[in-house]
């Protein structure tokens, strides 16, 4: 429904209809952050704070909400002893990225059950329309279908 653009211009936070609110590197294809809540409807406008550790959004229930851009993020101010620790686990983290099971760790959102369960719909019916082409490409002449990345596909026009 929204879209907005971090003041560095390295992130953007876009609201939708499913009633989450998802922040985005701006060359990456998944989310890093996913916030949703019980009461939350469809939210209709979302906005980055000046200093961009804040997402303020707007829904369907006529309230605002105030989103930590971080949500590991410790608010207020931090002791030196406090900040060594930070640094010392991020570093971890960046280090052992490459590691199937820190990736799985670290890559982990919970979402609520009904977008959990559409999503897995929509998984299922493109691993379908997957196989049907590779199907489809198998038993026809070689070189007859071209094959187009995914990505290119969902482009409709470019406007300039």
């Not at 390295?10 to 890093?32: A, K, L, M």
């Not at 605002?64 to 207020?76: D, F, I, M, N, T």
């Not at 971890?92 to 099971?101: F, Q």
């Amino acid at each position: 429904m929204d879209i907005d653009y971090s003041p560095t211009g390295r992130e953007f936070v876009t609201g939708s209809y499913d009633r989450t609110i998802r922040i985005f590197q701006y060359n990456d294809g998944h989310s890093r952050e996913i916030y949703h809540t019980k009461r939350m409807q469809r939210v209709f406008c979302v906005k980055f704070s000046c200093d961009a550790s804040y997402v303020i959004s707007g829904s369907d229930d006529t309230n605002l909400r105030l989103w930590k851009a971080k949500a590991s993020e410790q608010l207020g101010v931090l002791l030196p002893r406090e900040c060594k620790r930070h640094n010392y686990n991020e570093a971890v983290k960046n280090r052992y990225k490459h590691l199937d099971e820190v990736k799985r760790i670290v890559r982990h959102r919970h979402l609520p059950k009904p977008i959990y369960k559409a999503r897995k719909l929509m998984n299922e019916m493109t691993d379908a329309q997957r196989r049907k082409e590779d199907k489809r490409k198998a038993h026809s002449a070689p070189g007859s279908i071209a094959k187009e990345p995914l990505r290119k596909r969902r482009i409709i026009k470019e406007v300039e």
